[in-house]
C-alpha cells in the first residue's frame, strides 16, 4: 500500500518529473554546480579544497564520459557530419574542453574553474521545451526587436536629458553619459537599484516617465510573447497528439473532421506501471482513451483488462459523476485524456460518436452481466 | 429601505463575498496572525503580553475544535483514509501541534509562537479556486520547467562574469561566487535592492544586458500563465455552467449544439435573499434564467412570483434596453445570466429558441392582460 | 489648409481625446492639483501662497458649482434618491466638503488643503472605461482572490523564517516580525528598497526563493487580468457596435447570422467635422459605412455627398487598394470601419453581401458617368 | 560547402535580419552613438577627442546625405507635400540640424553634440513594425487611458496620506508634497530606488498597499495590451499573406471560404539564393509553397527546378515524416509555409483540396518515373 501511495504520488508529480535517464547527470550536475560554486569562496577552498577539487574533476570526467559515447553512437550511425553541427555537440564541448585548456595556459585553478559554470547550459540539453520557447521568439521577432527599437530609443533619449539636468548637481552620478545611461537602463527596467538617483524636481519629472515607458515597455513585451506562445502552444499540442489519435482503432471510423476535432481536444499523460488512474467513489471529470499500455479495471467477479485502443471512465461523465470502479495501469502506459467539458461538446455535435461509446457502454455491461452469471453458475455447479 | 440598500451592496459585493460559514474562521484567523506578529515585538511583549498569549491560545483553541470537528466528521462518514491523506488533515495538523510542542521542548515563547505563522495557510483552505490555479501550474509545467531553466542559465553565466569583471574592484560585492549570484538573483528578477552594484563599464554593459534578460524571461512566464489559464478558465466555467442549465427546462428542448453553446456563454451569480436584482427605468444589458430560488416581479395589478427554471429581463433587450419592471429575490437564488453581446448571437443562430422566448413573453403579457381585467371585474364587481 | 492639418492630426488624436465638455473641468482639475501640491512646499507658500490660495479657492467654488448643477439636474429629472446613491454623489461631496470643514475644525492650512488631494477621484468621474476594468476585476474575483491568498501565505512565511534566520545579525531590519514582513512585501513586489537585505548565505536562498514566488504570482495576477480583459473587450466591443450596426439599412436585409458576424467585425470612430477621412493616392486597408453624420467624395465633374447608411472606401479594397477619390466628413460623423482582413473573409462566407456591394458599387460609377454626361451636355449647350 | 553552412545560418536568423540596404545606416548609426557617448567622458574627450569629433561629424554627413538623396527622390515623384508631413521627413531634420545649430549659438560642444542622440530615432525609422505597436496603442487607447488614470489616482492619494504620515519623521523624504509624489510613482512602478523609504509601521502598511496597487495596475496593463496585441497581430498576417496566396494558381481554384481559411494558416518566410530549405533525412514538420523565386529538388537522375506557384515537401507530410530529397533554392525567393498541425486540419475539411495534392504528387512521382525510364534508355543506347 505504501508503494501504492508512493505511485499516487509519482502520477501526480509526472508533469515535473525528469526522464528516468537524465536523472544522474542532473545530479551530477548539481554536485558539480555547487563544487564550483563552494571553490571560490576562500574559506571553502582551505576547508575543504580537496574534496572540492575531487568532485569537480569527476563531474569533468562524467561529463568527458556522457560527450564521448553520444559521440560514439552519432558515428556509429553514420550521423557524424549532422552530429559535429548539433548545439549538443557543442554543448558537450564546451562543458570538458576549456577547464583543463585554461590549467595548461596556467591560469590559477579558482579562475580556471570557473569556466565549469558552462556546465549550467547542459540543462537545456536534458531539457525538452526549448525549441518550443525558440520558436516563439523567431515568429514574433520583428514585433520584439520593435520594443527593443523603443527600449533604445527611450533609454538614450532620456538619458542625455537627465544628463544635461543633473550634471551639475550631482557629477559623479550623472556627469557622463555612460552613467546617465546606466541609471536609464536600471530604471527602464524598474530594477531601481538605488545607487543613482535624480535629486531635482525635473529629474524627478523625468524619472517618473522614465518608469512609465518602462512599464508600458514592459507590457508590450509581455503581450507579444503572451500571444506567440499561445499560437505554439496551440500547433505544438496538436502535432503531439495526432499521432496518437490515429493509434486508437475507435477514431479511425470517424471522418476526418471529427478526427481533427477530437485531436484539438486529448491531452496526453503518461502514467507509470501499477499506479491507479480512477479510484472509486471519487468524483470523475474526465475519460480516458489508452494509446499505449494496458489497465486493469477492478469490477467483480474478477478484473477485465483493457489495452490499447480501449476506454474507460466514460460511465462517470455519462451519469452522476461518480466513479464506480477502481482503475489502475498494469505496465506502463500513454493514456488520452479527454476532459468532462469536451466530453459533452463532442457529444453534442456528433451523435454518431454519442451512439458508439454508449453502444460500447452497454456491451461492456451486458459482458459483465453474463460473466457475473457464468461466474455465479460456476459456484452453483461447485 | 436601508436594508435594501445594504442587499443591493451586498449583491454587487457578491463575488468577494466570502463563504458565510468560513468568516468566523476568517475573524479568528485575521486576530491570531495580527497578535503572533505582535508578539515578536519586544515592547508589544511587556506591555500587553499577557492579552496576546490569551489571545493566541484561544486561537488554537478554535483551530484544534475546528480540526477535531472535521476529523471526527470524517470518521463517522466512514472516509478516514482519505482524510488522513486529504491536505485539509495535514493542514489542521500543522496550525495545532508545533507551538504546543515547541513550548514543551523548551523554545522560548516568541519564536515557539512563530510557528504560529502557518495558520496563514489555513486561508487556502477556507478559499476555493487553488484546484484551478494548481491545474495551471501542472499543464504548463513543461514550458514553465524550460523558462526555470533558461533563468538559471543566465543566472550562472551572468554571475561567474561579473565574478571575473568585478572581484578586484569589490571583493566583498563580488569575490565569491556566492555573492555574485545573489546579485544576479537580485538582478534577474528586478529586485534590485542595490546592495551589490556593478561599478566598471563593463558590469554595468553585463548588468543591463541581465536586466533585459530578466524582463524577457518573466515576459515568458507571463506569457504561459496567460495561455494557460485562459484555457483552465474556459474549461471550468464550462463544467461549473453545464448542471445548471441541465436544471432549466427551457434549454432542454434544444438540440445539444445548441446546448453546448448557451452553456459557454451563461454566468452564473448567486444571489442571497430580498435583494433587488432588476431596477425599472435602469437600462438593461442581459437577462435572468432562474436555477435555483425564486423571484418576484413587481408588475400590477399584483406581482408575480417565478420560480425555478424561469426566464426574466427578456423584454428589455427585445426592445429599447430600459427595464419595465422591478424584480427580487424572495429566496437565496441562483440565477445564470445571459449578456446582450451573447442573447443576440444566439437568437441569430438558433430561431426556435428566438422565437421560444417571444412566445414565452407574449404568453406572459396575455397572462398579465387577462389577469388585469380580472383584477379590473374584481373592483367592479365588488 | 492649416485647419486641415490640424484637423488631420484630431481626428488621429481622436482615440486620445477628452470629451469636449469636460476640457474646462480637466484644465481646473490641473490647476488645482498643481496649486495643491506646490502649496505644501514651505519656500513656495512664502513666495506665490496668496496666488496659490486664490487658485485653489477658485477649484473649489468651480467643483462646488459644478456639483450643484449636476445635483439640480438630477433632481429636475425626479431621479433624486438614485443620484444620492452614485459614485457621483459621493465624488462631488468628497471633492468640495472636506477642506472647508477641516479649516473650520482648526487644522492649519497646509495641511487641511491635502484634502484636496480628493479631487484627483473626479479624474474617474470624467473618464468612461472604469465600468469596464472593473467588471473584469468582478468577474475574476475568485481568481484575483486566490492569487491574492497565495501571496499572503508567501508573505508570512517568508518573513517567519527570514525573522529567525537573520534577527540575530541584523535585531533592526529583522528583528521583530512586522519589520521582517515589511522586507517580505518589497521583495515580492520586486520592488526591492534595499533598505532591509539579508546577509547570510541562508537569507540570499531564502530571498532568493522569495523573489522567484513573487514573480510567479505576479505572472498568475497578469495572466487572469488578461483572459478576463480578452473576454469583456470582446463583449463591450459587441454592444457597443450593434446598435450603429442597426442604423445601416445595407445590414439590415442580412440574414442574422451574418449581422452578428459582422458586427464583430466593425470598429466604431468617431470623426469631427471637415476632417478628411480618405486621401486619394494612399493605400487604402479599410472601407467605411457611415453610422451617423455625412460625408463628401470629391470627384469631377461634382462633389457627392454620403450620409448615414451609405458605404464608401470599398473601391480601394476591390482593387489594387489605392484610393481614387479624397473623402472628408461634412459634419461631426460616426464611422463604422471594416478592416481588410475582415472584408475579404466577409465576402468570402457572405455572397450576397459581396454582390450587393459589387451591385451599389456599379449603381455609383453608372450614376457618376450620367452624371459627368449630363455636366458635359451642360458645358456643351451653354 | 562552408557557403552552404553560413546560408543556413543566415536562414534560420533571417526573422532577425535587418534590410540588407539599411545594413550601412545602422552601422554608422551605431559608431555615431558610441562616439556622441564617449565624447560626455573627459578623459576620453582629452585622449582621443580628436578622432571622435571626425567620427561626429563623419556620422552627421552621411545622414544629411541620406536625408537629402530621400528628399530629392520625394521631391522627383512629386509627392513633396505628403513627404513634408511624413514623420521620415522631421527625422532627418531632427539627425542633422540640432547639432550645427547648437555650435553656431556658442553652445560648448560636449553639450552641443548631445543632441546627436536624437539619432536613436533613425532606429524608428529603418525599422518596420513600428506603425503595428502603434495601432495597438491607438485601438486600446480608451482602456489604457483608464488605467493610467488609476494610477494617478492611487499615486496622488499615496503620496498625500504618506505625507501626513512620515513629515514629522522624514522632513527630507516627506516634507513636502512633491517628494512624496516622487516616492509614490518609484514605488507604484515597483522601481523601488530606495532613497526615500517609510520608517513608521503605518507607512509600511500603506506602502505595502501601494506596491500591490502598482502590480495591479501593471497587470491590466500588461493584459489590455496582450489582448490588443494579439488582435492586431492576426490581422496584420492575413494582410500580408492574402496578396502572397494569390499568386499560387493552386489555391485559385478554391472556393473563397477555403481561401479566407488557408490565408489564416499560412506563414511566410523569404529565403535567400543558394540557401537548403529541405534536408534528406530529416524529420518534416511543414510543406511549403513557392510565391516568388525558384527551388531545385535534388532526385535522380537530374534535379527538378519548380518555380513560383508550384508546392513542394508534401510527401512527408502524407507519409512518414522524413524527408526524401534535399531542396535549395536557386534564387531569393518567398515561401509559404503550411504547417503539419494545419495541413492536416486543411486535408480534414477540404477534400478537394486533398485530392488536388495527392494528383499533383503521384503526376509528379509518374513524371519522375517516365524520366528515369528516359534517362535509363538514353543510358543504354549510348
Same mark, same amino acid.
Not at 150 to 168: G, K, N, P, Q, T
Not at 287 to 292: G, P, R
Given at each position: 500500500m505504501a508503494k501504492g501511495v508512493l505511485n499516487t504520488l509519482v502520477h501526480h508529480l509526472a508533469p515535473f518529473r525528469l526522464g528516468a535517464s537524465s536523472l544522474p547527470s542532473? +545530479?551530477?550536475?548539481? $554536485?558539480?554546480?555547487?563544487? #564550483?560554486?563552494?571553490?571560490?569562496?576562500? !574559506?571553502?577552498?582551505?576547508?575543504?579544497?580537496? %574534496? &572540492?577539487?575531487?568532485?569537480?574533476?569527476?563531474?569533468?570526467a562524467y561529463f568527458a564520459i556522457e560527450g564521448a559515447l553520444r559521440a560514439r553512437a552519432a558515428f556509429a550511425a553514420g550521423s557524424a557530419r549532422r552530429y559535429l553541427l548539433s548545439s549538443s555537440c557543442w554543448v558537450d564541448l564546451l562543458s570538458v574542453i576549456p577547464v583543463p585548456i585554461a590549467l595548461v595556459c596556467g591560469v590559477p585553478p579558482p579562475t580556471? %574553474? &570557473?569556466?565549469?559554470?558552462? %556546465?549550467? $547550459?547542459?540543462?537545456?540539453?536534458? *531539457?525538452s521545451g526549448f525549441a518550443q520557447l525558440g520558436r516563439v521568439f523567431v515568429l514574433e521577432a520583428k514585433a520584439l526587436a520593435s520594443v527593443l527599437v523603443?527600449?533604445?530609443?527611450?533609454?538614450? &533619449?532620456?538619458?542625455?536629458? #537627465?544628463?544635461?539636468?543633473?550634471?551639475?548637481g550631482q557629477p559623479g552620478a550623472f556627469g557622463t553619459l555612460p552613467s546617465a545611461l546606466w541609471w536609464a537602463v536600471v530604471t527602464l527596467t524598474t530594477t531601481g537599484y538605488g545607487d543613482e538617483v535624480p535629486h531635482t524636481h525635473l529629474g524627478h519629472l523625468l524619472g517618473a516617465m522614465v518608469m512609465i515607458c518602462g512599464i508600458a515597455t514592459f507590457g508590450l513585451w509581455t503581450?507579444? +510573447?503572451?500571444?506567440?506562445?499561445?499560437?505554439? *502552444?496551440?500547433?505544438?499540442?496538436?502535432i503531439q497528439t495526432w499521432d496518437l489519435v490515429s493509434k486508437v482503432p475507435f477514431f479511425q471510423t470517424l471522418d476526418p473532421a471529427a478526427f481533427t476535432e477530437i485531436t484539438h481536444m486529448l491531452r496526453r499523460v503518461e502514467v507509470p506501471a501499477r499506479t491507479a488512474v480512477i479510484r472509486r467513489g471519487k468524483v470523475g471529470d474526465c475519460?480516458?482513451?489508452?494509446?499505449?499500455g494496458e489497465v486493469q479495471v477492478d469490477i467483480s467477479p474478477a478484473p477485465v483488462r483493457l489495452g490499447a485502443g480501449a476506454f474507460f471512465g466514460e460511465l462517470a461523465l455519462l451519469g452522476d459523476l461518480i466513479r464506480t470502479a477502481n482503475v489502475a495501469t498494469t505496465q506502463a502506459s500513454t493514456l488520452l485524456i479527454l476532459d468532462l467539458a469536451d466530453f459533452r461538446t463532442?457529444?453534442?455535435?456528433?451523435?454518431? &460518436?454519442?451512439?458508439?461509446? !454508449?453502444?460500447e457502454g452497454k456491451r461492456r455491461l451486458s459482458d459483465n452481466q453474463r460473466r457475473r452469471e457464468l461466474h455465479a453458475q460456476d459456484a452453483f455447479s461447485s
Open positions: 542532473h +545530479l551530477v550536475l548539481g $554536485v558539480g554546480l555547487t563544487a #564550483m560554486t563552494a571553490f571560490t569562496v576562500p !574559506d571553502l577552498r582551505i576547508s575543504i579544497g580537496v %574534496w &572540492l577539487i575531487i568532485c569537480l574533476w569527476g563531474c569533468l580556471a %574553474w &570557473l569556466f565549469a559554470s558552462l %556546465w549550467v $547550459v547542459k540543462l537545456a540539453q536534458y *531539457s523603443l527600449f533604445l530609443i527611450a533609454l538614450f &533619449l532620456a538619458s542625455a536629458v #537627465m544628463h544635461v539636468i543633473e550634471r551639475d503581450g507579444i +510573447l503572451a500571444t506567440g506562445f499561445a499560437a505554439e *502552444s496551440r500547433r505544438r499540442h496538436f475519460m480516458y482513451f489508452i494509446a499505449e463532442l457529444m453534442a455535435h456528433h451523435s454518431e &460518436l454519442a451512439r458508439a461509446i !454508449d453502444a
